[in-house]
Nanobody, 120 residues
Framework: QVQLVESGGGLVQAGGSLRLSCAAS????????MGWFRQAPGKRRELVAI???????DYADAVKGRFTISRDNAKNTVYLQMSSLKPEDTAVYYC??????????????WGQGTQVTVSS
């Protein structure tokens, strides 16, 4: 079993910054892609940013230039540095990991979600 534990959400004023962290633990052979998704009330969950184990990165257009994703492979941890936050960034942010778990192959895991609220 694999667990993803997120931290770092909260309430911030528009223009402020927050840093999210997500640590993976458990029966991990290796982690392939790690990413962040978000879901605002009444909307579908959407990709925010994703980073491969080789360091390739992709961002949603809405966050390019404001958010930075990074990972520490030694710690099985992914980070999301969010700057110049806008009220429309308000959502529950979910960590996601594509994990190789040996004989079981590759499985997708999700964190429990952390609330980010940006006030205007």
């Amino acid at each position: 079993q694999v667990q993803l534990v997120e931290s770092g959400g909260g309430l911030v004023q528009a223009g402020g910054s927050l840093r999210l962290s997500c640590a993976a633990s458990g029966s991990i052979f290796s982690i392939n892609d790690m990413g962040w998704f978000r879901q605002a009330p009444g909307k579908r969950r959407e990709l925010v940013a994703i980073v491969s184990n080789g360091g390739s990165i992709d961002y949603a257009d809405a966050v390019k230039g404001r958010f930075t994703i990074s990972r520490d492979n030694a710690k099985n941890t992914v980070y999301l540095q969010m700057s110049s936050l806008k009220p429309e960034d308000t959502a529950v942010y979910y960590c996601n990991a594509d994990v190789s778990v040996g004989l079981a192959g590759r499985l997708i895991y999700w964190g429990q979600g952390t609330q980010v609220t940006v006030s205007s």
